[in-house]
């Protein structure tokens, strides 16, 4: 299985397409790093200006970690369409190459073709949130600096600098988790057809589609929230609340790691059944 794993993920780096999110979350991590260098000032005295008269404080606010959290909070809505790119192509992309007769006549069961391509796709998602984990706070924290940080929500929490990282590292596990479930969705919608674009392009018209519904105030859609995995994957921020809401925190993850087992074996039953050789 790990020889099938690493061939899979040789296929996936062979395509330009699945260096687009290493480029774009490099450009923009840069980007953002840059303006807050020459601006950072006065968007800290913008974002703190509810509550600058209310108290003084003394250090570091525009530090490595408040910029991380920043980073994250700003790009996490848009990673998604990176990881679809590769999800939407590990199977998709064999029908479209012409390749499925042959990997079915390989001395390996399609249960062993469907799961290295899976876990394939999840190494990716992994390797794109390290990338940007390594950029937005190792390379922010060689910028600016350590200190302590300070999240603004419904009131105003400050976290010790050494009560910091291992809530960021959490986050970012999170993270994995719930772009785990994305990587899930397009990895099902690519069994389906023959070109990469249209699980791409299904996977986030059922992102939109989903955040629309949890977004609703009507009475008759409350229901379904809890069951949206849209609702859920958000809860990374539930490790920068004092104290955090483990009973939530963890019902979002069992509620994540549902969606992502009932994709992939719903995708395994369709991938057995397939009529390849035809």
Do not use: C
């Amino acid at each position: 299985m790990i020889n099938l794993i690493g061939i899979e993920l040789t296929k996936i780096f062979k395509k330009w397409r699945s260096y687009i999110g290493f480029i774009a979350v490099g450009l923009l991590v840069g980007i953002v790093q840059t303006a807050i260098y020459f601006e950072g000032s006065n968007y800290l005295n913008f974002a703190t200006r509810s509550f600058r008269d209310s108290f003084e404080y003394v250090g570091n606010l525009l530090n490595g970690y408040f910029i991380s959290y920043m980073i994250l909070q700003a790009l996490y809505i848009h990673i998604p369409f990176l990881i679809v790119l590769v999800g939407g192509d590990l199977l998709a992309g064999e029908a479209t190459a012409g390749t499925y007769r042959m990997l079915v006549t390989r001395p390996i069961s399609r249960t062993q073709i469907v799961a290295s391509k899976f876990l394939a796709g999840i190494i990716y998602t992994i390797l794109l949130l390290a990338f940007l984990m390594l950029i937005s706070l190792g390379l922010s924290i060689l910028i600016f600096g350590a200190g302590d940080l300070i999240v603004a929500k419904q009131g105003v929490i400050i976290f010790a600098q050494n009560d910091v990282l291992w809530r960021i590292f959490s986050a970012y596990g999170f993270a994995i988790l719930s772009l785990s479930v994305v990587l899930s969705l397009s990895f099902f919608f690519s069994s389906l057809v023959e070109n990469a674009i249209g699980p791409i392009v299904a996977t986030m018209a059922v992102i939109i589609i989903f955040i629309i519904l949890s977004a609703l105030d009507i009475e008759g859609l409350r229901w379904i929230r809890p069951y949206l995995f849209v609702t859920h994957m958000t809860q990374w921020t539930s490790f920068f609340d004092a104290p955090i809401d483990y009973p939530k925190l963890f019902n979002s993850i069992y509620v994540l790691l549902a969606h992502i087992a009932g994709l992939f074996l719903t995708t395994l039953i369709i991938f057995k059944r397939k009529d390849i050789l035809s």
